[in-house]
């Protein structure tokens, strides 16, 4: 009996394996694919998303893990890709300093923030500081033309060529994949460990988690300023993919994008941000190509999915699939 | 720098006429919080639908007549449609977590801003005043745009009738207890069940009720909704969220903040509010006017 579960768990682990190297592998060949096969504008695609779930992942550090409701996450986001792209622009800094000065930026922003929105009570609460704390931003980038450009946005972003060329977004998609890779590894790494646990308990009863001697308010700060960190990072991909930024990334609507990849994936599985961003971006695309009405379609969804599926997409795969296999 | 009183008065007129539309707004999401315990995000989406619903009315309804039938009918309309909301969208996540709700009225936020996108276009509109409301008058020595005096008239009527309602009535003394102990309203052998449909509609009345007021003074615009919802979400956070005399004050210290912040840095006037916020949450985290929790977390 022992040895059959032993013998199960190896077969488990090599399974395992087996399915990250084919993984892995079709996400080395896809961007040739995409590029060769179909169109470039497929590759950007494949780059959109993959940036995407970086921030949808990020984002949950906060959403699904920390259960603090943050709209502000647009203004960490768009924190990193403006700090980056202004650096750039506007100075002589070597672009690999500019893309860290990205994140770093996010995270201290992260840091103002969390100092105020972890101290207060309630989902209602939390969110509002942190809208808050995302209009600032917007205003700040939107009214402060000498330095941000105002509404016309950071135009023109001289993108280092080893990240990305003109002439094939190739290289950016393998930059952005071997960074997501390891942001993603960074977070699962955190959310696995002690202290993980420690924030999902302070989640699913802040309470009786404080009782047991637990500082709430410092727990929700690491998450708050590590998610921001990647946020930035996330940003900072954008920027380089889109080669200018506008005022927009930072207002609250676009933290609610971020919010609906969360909750549509499922916010309590630690990849079901990244199937919801994955499900957004393309959906977004596919329902733009044939009418103008997305946020209509994105709130419909978001609304139902409140309503019939609150475990979200891949939270519904899961529990088909545990029950399918109890039943075996 | 320096201000004449002329200037400093018509300041003060304006940012008290900002606060009204405020308060008249922050009053309905803090009675929806206050007995409901529901956050709505859409709050500002019905003010966007008063607006529009306001510029429609006056279009077809010419007239002085159509400008004060516009006052009854809009929020009337929004009224019913957030009736509609509750009635077979909220009423069914009542049991779960709250989170659910917030995203829920979320949702609904993207969607009705589509919603007039269909319907109204993306074009500018303008509600014009009856000409005797359009011209200014003359208070103390000084001119004042007329219908400045009007919302501000307007909103301390809603005052007015919102303690009547919660003091004096039946009702109001329903919701105060369900803003205390809401279990108590089941207790009482009130359906709580209508009693949320009430306090909903009367929100969402509120809220058109802000829209069509302020249709004439502004440029009637998509994004007029999320624009006015952080600035009301915070106005009641700062006043101490559920109370509706902290809405009250919350309101007057936006206004007041915007219209003489405008003064000395006129590019930043609107984040003021914000960052006052910030640091009302930390001194007070339960609002000025608010009740601390015994349990810190």
């Known amino acids: ?328 | 720098m320096i201000f004449s009183d002329a200037m400093l008065f018509a300041q003060f007129v304006s940012g008290l006429s900002r606060a009204m539309i405020l308060f008249i707004m922050a009053s309905g999401l803090t009675l929806v919080f206050g007995v409901m315990r529901v956050i709505n995000f859409a709050h500002g989406s019905f003010y966007m639908m008063g607006a529009y619903l306001a510029f429609t009315a006056t279009t077809l309804l010419a007239g002085s007549f159509g400008f004060w039938a516009a006052f009854l009918i809009v929020p009337s309309l929004t009224a019913v449609l957030g009736g509609v909301v509750e009635v077979f969208l909220l009423r069914r996540i009542y049991e779960k977590e709250h989170l659910l709700q917030m995203l829920l009225t979320f949702g609904l936020v993207f969607v009705f801003s589509d919603a007039v996108r269909m319907i109204w276009g993306v074009d500018l509109r303008m509600v014009s005043l009856p000409s005797y409301m359009a011209g200014s008058v003359i208070v103390l020595g000084h001119q004042f745009p007329a219908y400045h005096l009007f919302i501000i008239g307007l909103g301390g009527a809603i005052a007015v009738v919102m303690w009547l309602m919660l003091n004096r009535t039946n009702l109001g003394k329903l919701m105060r207890g369900a803003a205390e102990h809401r279990e108590m309203v089941g207790l009482l052998g009130y359906p709580a069940n209508r009693l949320f449909t009430i306090v909903f509609m009367m929100a969402t009345f509120l809220g058109g009720l802000a829209g069509a007021t302020i249709a004439p003074a502004v440029r009637i615009s998509l994004g007029m909704d999320t624009e006015i919802i952080a600035e009301c979400f915070t106005v009641a956070i700062i006043g101490g969220l559920g109370n509706v005399w902290g809405a009250l004050l919350g309101a007057l210290i936006a206004g007041m903040m915007y219209s003489f912040g405008i003064l000395v840095l006129p590019q930043y006037a609107m984040a003021f509010i914000y960052i006052l916020g910030g640091i009302v949450i930390v001194v007070r985290p339960n609002g000025l006017l608010g009740k601390s929790s015994p349990v810190k977390v």
């Not at chain 1, 032993?6 to 084919?22: A, H, L, V």
């Not at chain 1, 200018?244 to 609610?256: C, E, M, N, Q």
């Not at chain 1, 599985?269 to 733009?288: D, K, N, Y």
């Open chain 1, 1 to 328: 009996m022992k040895k059959d579960q032993k013998k199960e768990q190896t077969d488990n682990k090599g399974m395992r394996w087996f399915g990250c190297f084919i993984l892995g592998l079709a996400l080395v060949i896809l961007p040739y694919i995409l590029e060769k096969g179909l169109s470039p504008y497929y590759l950007f695609l494949a780059t959109k998303v993959i940036i995407w779930i970086l921030f949808a992942t990020s984002f949950n550090l906060v959403l699904g893990y920390g259960g603090m409701m943050s709209l502000g996450h647009a203004a960490f986001f768009g924190i990193g890709a403006y700090t980056c792209a202004l650096l750039l622009v506007k100075t002589s800094f070597p672009p690999v300093l500019a893309m860290l000065a990205g994140p770093v930026a996010a995270a201290l922003a992260g840091m103002i923030a969390a100092f105020f929105s972890v101290r207060v009570q309630g989902a209602f609460y939390f969110a509002t500081i942190t809208i808050a704390f995302c209009q600032i931003a917007y205003t700040a980038a939107f009214k402060w033309r000498s330095f941000t450009f105002g509404d016309d946005g950071v135009q023109g972003i001289p993108v280092p060529a080893f990240i990305s060329t003109e002439a094939s977004y190739i290289n950016l998609y393998f930059f952005a994949l071997a960074v997501t890779v390891l942001c993603l590894y960074a977070v699962w790494r955190i959310v696995r460990s002690p202290y993980g646990l420690l924030l999902r308990a302070l989640k699913e009863d802040p309470i009786r988690a404080t009782f047991i001697g637990m500082k709430g308010q410092q727990y929700r700060f690491i998450a708050f300023v590590t998610s921001a960190f990647f946020a930035g990072v996330a940003g900072v991909l954008y920027a380089f993919l889109e080669t200018s930024v506008a005022p927009d990334i930072l207002s609250w609507t676009f933290s609610g994008e971020v919010v609906l990849m969360s909750v549509l994936g499922g916010m309590n599985l630690f990849l079901g941000p990244a199937v919801g961003a994955a499900i957004m971006v393309l959906l977004s695309t596919f329902v733009t190509s044939y009418m103008k009405y997305w946020l209509f379609t994105m709130g419909t969804i978001l609304v139902l999915i409140v309503l019939f599926c609150p475990k979200g997409v891949a939270g519904l795969v899961v529990d088909k699939y545990t029950s399918w296999q109890r039943k075996d």
